[in-house]
């Protein structure tokens, strides 16, 4: 397990398994993977998983097919619950949490195969994503007390703001079923924006896009990151956009961790080629 | 500031609540200069029942997206702990309004510990269990209210069960088991139950456009992904099947005090089913639609298809089963979509995270 030091009169622990140590070190982690795995009846999906991720660091999760990235994802958002090992979120366990608390704790999710409440409009998608931010009762909302007009405006202007990153204000009153793929896509990040995180987990948030939309979720990527000084951890199989803003990448076969380190590393790692290329590659 | 733009759902809900303000004023003068026939006008208060009864089951089918095959159990439970009450307050409260408003609360009220009840264990599993649960509740209810006897004497209220000889000498039987409530006084009027819609109205509108009903269609829409922004699954499908099923006992209590006799017979799988036939071909989620096809195929087989009206179930099975057939329908979805733009639905699939 971790070590612990003291940094401002409080007891914080050092990352242990961090992908680049030398810049992680005295900063606490956000989120703190220790041996996690887990299995589908035989198989072992995912195996001795130790990560880390910095305050406002970008990482990527990459590898083949069918390596555990996504389930890596299941995991940290308790769809499924670990076999072994913990999660440590700003230093606070989540074992027998469930997904509706891992969310209030600070993680928000994107999905590979989109999931946007397609029949309701792309405005109160976001609004859904401020559902725990923006809070009135039900009682309220039937009787339309004071409370329920000053709250959703303030939401429908938060709403606005988040949709502004990716100039989609234009767009709010479309059925969110209706959109282009990127703006589908760019809708989901913005709904997971809106619940306020402190880790962003983004499922291969550039599959489907053609190469000039790519460079500019890059560049909203990072704004994100500046702006609302979140972690970011994505998957991606486009290696260009993985090399070009991930500070730490770590390489993902059969549920195994084969690497860590800086895109530089990885790039020369004959294991990571192998694992891409096969044997050959390697030669 | 400029003028204030107003949303569709926003429009689409005054659309309804005038249609029904509009047809309240219609009947209502048609029945004072006596243009209406007394077939017509005994029709009046079951209609408004059937209303609510479909626009609260459409809250749970279309809002919420859970299929319930018990809604008239809800009714039942409304209608004789409402009429109960109204009966057993008659001395007492003078006031036919009062008394009405009391049974209709009372209905309400029971209805809403039923919903919880069926809803608590029910709506934490994933799938069509409320269905298979919903339709044994509908049956459990008919059977308990045929065997239930309450009477009141002398020394107040008395409740048997499967044993009718509950009274002193000189009680009255209020419900009398498989006889159910006779003798009951028409208190319900057109007006209460034009009243009692709007009120339903307002609140599914209201809770549609608010947090809880975005939680509750986001959770329709897509149950992993409203997970993952933090929205209390359970909590939610409880809180519209509850005021769902609350909405069903008022419409239960405003059936049965505009009767002269309820039985539990009145309230079976049919009646269901017939609440369902209103909602899907009104439309999933479109109050409007469930208003006026419940007024429509609750009045024509009443009127002018009388000599049809054996074959209701028969023909009401025919029709479900065409309008299934053709919304799902990929063709006929592709031109109704080219026709009315924003009109195509498309399926989601759940099992890949």
Request: positive net charge; proline residues 3%.
């Amino acid at each position: 397990m971790s070590d612990f030091k003291f940094e401002k009169g409080k007891m914080v622990p050092v990352p242990s398994h961090s992908i680049i140590p030398e810049r992680d070190i005295g900063k606490t982690p956000v989120l703190e993977c220790n041996h996690l795995g887990i299995d589908f009846g035989g198989l072992r999906a995912v195996d001795d998983f130790n990560f880390t991720i910095g305050k406002t660091e970008i990482a990527g999760l990459i590898g083949p097919n069918g390596a555990g990235k996504t389930t890596v994802f299941n995991l940290l958002t308790k769809v499924y619950t670990p076999t072994r090992g913990t999660i440590l979120l700003n230093g606070i366990d989540t074992s027998g949490k469930n997904t509706v608390q891992i969310n209030k704790m600070g993680i928000a999710r994107t999905f590979q195969n989109i999931r946007l409440f397609t029949n309701l409009t792309v405005e109160d998608n976001v609004k859904i994503g401020l559902h725990n931010s923006k809070k009135y009762s039900t009682i309220e909302g039937i009787l339309r007390l004071p409370s329920y007009w000053k709250t959703e405006k303030a939401a429908h202007e938060r709403a606005m703001e988040l949709l502004s990153i990716f100039n989609m204000e234009h767009l709010a009153s479309w059925r969110a079923g209706n959109l282009p793929y990127g703006a589908q896509r760019k809708l989901e990040i913005v709904r997971a924006l809106a619940t306020d995180p402190c880790l962003l987990l983004l499922d291969e948030p550039a599959a489907g896009m053609n190469p000039a939309e790519t460079a500019e979720l890059m560049e909203n990527i990072v704004k994100i990151r500046d702006t609302f000084q979140i972690a970011v951890l994505l998957i991606e199989h486009d290696m260009k956009l993985v090399m070009g803003i991930c500070e730490g990448i770590c390489v993902l076969n059969f549920g195994q961790v084969i690497a860590k380190g800086t895109a530089d590393d990885i790039r020369h790692n004959p294991t990571v080629i192998e694992a891409y290329l096969g044997k050959r590659g390697a030669e | 500031m400029g003028k204030r733009k107003i949303s569709k759902n926003t429009r689409q809900s005054f659309i309804t609540y005038g249609v029904v303000i509009a047809a309240y004023i219609l009947l209502t003068v048609l029945a004072s200069t006596g243009a209406l026939s007394s077939t017509f006008k005994g029709l009046l208060v079951p209609v408004c029942a059937y209303i609510i009864a479909a626009i609260s089951l459409n809250l749970t089918v279309g809002v919420l997206g859970e299929l319930s095959l018990g809604h008239a159990g809800f009714m039942s439970v409304g209608a004789f702990s409402g009429a109960t009450v109204a009966i057993a307050l008659k001395d007492s409260v003078p006031s036919e309004w009062v008394r009405l408003l009391i049974a209709v609360i009372v209905g309400a009220f029971f209805a809403a510990i039923f919903g919880f009840i069926v809803g608590i264990p029910v709506l934490r599993l994933r799938g069509d269990y409320l269905a298979i649960v919903t339709l044994a509740f509908g049956e459990i209810i008919k059977t308990i209210v045929t065997n239930l006897y309450i009477g009141k004497d002398a020394s107040g209220m008395h409740i048997g069960f499967l044993d009718g000889d509950i009274l002193e000498r000189g009680g009255k039987m209020i419900l009398n088991g498989p006889n159910g409530i006779s003798g009951i006084t028409k208190i319900s009027t057109f007006t209460s139950g034009f009243i009692i819609i709007m009120i339903c109205l307002i609140i599914i509108f209201n809770l549609v456009n608010s947090r809880s009903g975005r939680a509750i269609m986001a959770l329709r829409d897509n149950r992993i992904a409203a997970e993952s922004v933090g929205i209390n699954i359970t909590k939610y499908k409880l809180m519209a099947f509850v005021i769902s099923a609350s909405m069903a006992g008022a419409a239960g209590a405003l059936y049965a005090l505009g009767q002269n006799t309820v039985t539990a017979n009145k309230f079976d799988f049919n009646t269901s089913i017939l609440i369902l036939v209103f909602v899907v071909l009104g439309g999933l989620g479109n109050m409007l639609g469930s208003v006026i096809s419940a007024t429509v195929l609750y009045v024509l087989p009443e009127t002018w298809l009388r000599q049809f009206s054996d074959y209701r179930m028969l023909i009401y099975a025919v029709v479900l089963i065409a309008v299934m057939l053709v919304t799902n329908n990929s063709k006929i979805r592709a031109l109704v979509s080219r026709l009315i733009p924003g009109k195509n639905k498309d399926k989601e699939d759940e099992k890949n995270v």
